[in-house]
């Protein structure tokens, strides 16, 4: 028997093996050996060739063939970078260990398979595993689902399946179902528009042991896979990938029965669906086995919307489905209702409106920076600052519901001109606020706003005001869910115009009733989400009404004016419309309405040339509710 002495001399006194050899037959054909060790070289087997109780490690490989009739290993051990090729040939009883492979290739079979922590394994085209195949925890198995020889992810070519065939599957570890690739590229590419036909790989029974089974879809030929089971059970995990947009996906149907707690995993191609449909990706024919969905929250996002997933019983057999609701599995009333957004439509949606809401805050009022300004004699020179915050949700009761954190300063200066029967203000400011943007969708936005503008005020003797302000803001905005994220820039123009009149009711009280009327114009804006959603923001209007009136005491304590006060209001949003397309499909947010506005302040006059001010008011309505929103300034004369 020609024999093949390993390179290197070896120590007997520091590798003791009793019973294998350190020497192995480079060619087994025809013949049977037994014990034998194969490192650091290649043991070839064929032709009626038989290997019993081999050992193949460090950098050593067992090829097993057919060649004029088929080579055996029996009850191999794969070690550490370890190989052992079946291909159209048999191993029975092999165990891998560490860092070894067992690579079933064409046509081979395996039988009674132990692939243990950090070992691998290979299924083939037309391979196939008998008696059982055992996946411990760190052990991962590869299933090849189509034919590599025909396949080529340079053009649209669909695949063959690869017809693999398991009998009995037990896996604590990670078994991933995918293809094989040929071609210039090995990257995949993305899902063909055209679809082929399914990969079919076929397991008797599987046992899942806290594991994993991950299907992968051959992105060339457009091609999912269908996962044909016998009995399921234990409990495990599923990783599957689906393209609503064409209503097809992998799929995994159990023929006789599943029992256990199952997740499942979806990850879509990313087109957008036309409508809100459902898939099915499970069948089972009987068992009470339960799948549920282990995406971020339970759902799936694909596109604009969510969707769950959804069981159905029919005549012993469940059907599990993503749907966006039990409404739209088969057989059901039709959803009448609007289906569930997806945390990235969501989050595009509230940064639309947040702008809205932010313009009105800022928008300072002259009660709210004026100080005394009665008391300015003519040419007098005011500076004043102003800080803001302000604390809403916001919700259309249809698309949008957000809460909006903003606070922000105000810096201003302005000039007292006198008239003949009253005074005249001049001035200008710039301002800036940050506005945390959050849902209950994970979508979560940043919203930097930078503005200035003019002020022109008229106090008239009688007691009648106006007060008028051109306002610019640039808005920078930054939203982000866990699976998206995009950034834009929008403008916007405010102007208001605020009159009331100061009627003395009492000695040191004065009612001031008052009409506000402002408008607001920001801009458009289209960006592209880092997940490929495309977002058209169209221009959007605001015109507002607010009618109120304010009841001011007015008190002298040691050379200080103090006027404490508290304020009633109404305000109407008039514009019902603000158009956003998220994916060419449409929405339209209405946050018209009234909100009814509640506050208390003061102004004080602590020194000859100091004013201070503060007012929190509480805000409530259909569409709003801002249990806080402060203001705290001072004015210096001059």
């Known amino acids: 028997m020609d024999k093949t002495l390993l390179a290197g001399a070896i120590s007997l006194s520091l590798v003791i093996l009793p019973v294998q050899v350190l020497a192995f037959t480079p060619n087994v054909v025809g013949i049977t050996v037994n ?120 053009t649209h070519n669909p695949a063959l399946p690869a017809n693999v065939m398991i009998e009995n599957l037990n896996v604590a570890g990670l078994v991933e179902i995918g293809p094989s690739w040929k071609g210039t590229s090995i990257v995949p590419l993305p899902l063909s528009d055209v679809l082929g036909p399914v990969l079919v790989t076929r397991i008797n029974n599987v046992t899942l042991q806290g594991g994993d089974i991950n299907l992968m879809a051959y992105s060339a030929g457009g091609q999912f896979n269908r996962l044909e089971i016998e009995n399921l059970s234990g409990q495990g995990n599923f990783a599957m990938t689906t393209q609503l947009a064409s209503n097809t996906g992998d799929f995994i149907t159990v023929s006789q029965q599943a029992t256990g707690q199952f997740g499942i995993t979806v990850q879509d191609s990313g087109k957008e669906p036309q409508s809100a449909d459902n898939l099915a990706l499970v069948h089972i024919n009987r068992g009470d086995a339960q799948f549920r969905l282990l995406n971020t929250g339970g759902v799936v996002d694909l596109g604009v919307y969510q969707y769950g997933l959804y069981s159905q019983e029919s005549n012993g057999s469940t059907d599990w489905y993503l749907a966006t609701s039990t409404e739209e599995l088969p057989g059901t009333t039709p959803n009448v209702t609007a289906p ?15 702008p809205r809401h932010i313009l009105n805050a800022e928008l300072s009022t002259l009660r709210q920076r004026q100080g005394e300004l009665k008391a300015d004699a003519e040419g007098t020179v005011g500076v004043w600052a102003r800080y803001l915050t302000d604390d809403s949700r916001l919700s259309d009761n249809k698309n949008i519901a957000f809460k909006n954190t903003l606070s922000g300063m105000e810096i201003g200066a302005d000039k007292q001109l006198g008239l003949n029967r009253g005074n005249m203000l001049i001035g200008a400011f710039t301002s800036y606020s940050s506005s945390d943007v959050k849902s209950t969708h994970d ?17 008239d003797q009688s007691g009648f005001y106006v007060d008028t302000v051109l306002k610019a803001n640039r808005f920078n905005n930054k939203m982000n869910t866990q699976e998206t994220r995009g950034e834009y820039n929008q403008n916007a123009l405010t102007t208001s115009v605020e009159s009331g009149y100061q009627w003395p009711v009492y000695a040191n009280l004065v009612l001031e009733p008052y009409g506000k009327v402002s408008y607001s114009r920001i801009g458009s804006a289209d960006y592209t989400l880092s997940n490929g959603m495309v977002a058209e923001v169209a221009k959007a209007d605001s015109v507002q009404g607010e009618l109120g009136t304010v009841l001011a005491a007015s008190y002298s304590i040691n050379q200080m004016t103090i006027k404490p006060y508290i304020k009633l209001a109404i305000t109407r949003e008039f514009t019902k419309s603000n158009a956003v397309a998220i994916n060419n499909i449409g929405f339209d947010n209405d946050f018209s309405g009234n909100v009814g506005k509640y506050g208390v302040g003061i102004n004080a006059t602590v020194a000859n040339n100091t004013a201070i001010f503060a007012e929190v008011d509480y805000l409530n309505g259909s569409k709003i509710e801002t249990p806080v929103t402060a203001n705290i300034g001072f004015r210096l004369r001059f």
């Open 35 to 154: 014990d034998e060790v194969v490192i650091h070289g290649i043991q070839n087997v064929r032709d009626g060739g038989v290997i019993n109780n081999g050992l193949v490690s460090d950098n050593a490989a067992i090829t097993v063939t057919n060649g004029s009739s088929a080579g055996t290993a029996n009850n191999t051990t794969v070690g550490d970078k370890g190989w052992l090729q079946i291909t159209g040939a048999l191993a029975t009883g092999t165990i891998v260990n560490q860092g070894g492979l067992l690579d079933t290739k064409t046509a081979g079979t395996v039988i009674d398979s132990q692939i243990n922590d950090g070992g691998h394994m290979t299924l083939g085209l037309n391979s196939q595993s008998k008696g059982y195949l055992n996946i411990a925890a760190g052990a991962e198995l590869f299933v090849t689902n189509n034919d590599p020889y025909i396949s080529d992810v340079t």
């Open 340 to 354: 569930m957004l997806s945390s990235a439509a969501q989050g595009v949606l509230n940064m639309a409106a947040a």
């Open 443 to 459: 979508a979560n936005g940043d919203i930097r706003s930078y503005g200035g503008g003019l002020y022109l005020t008229y106090l």
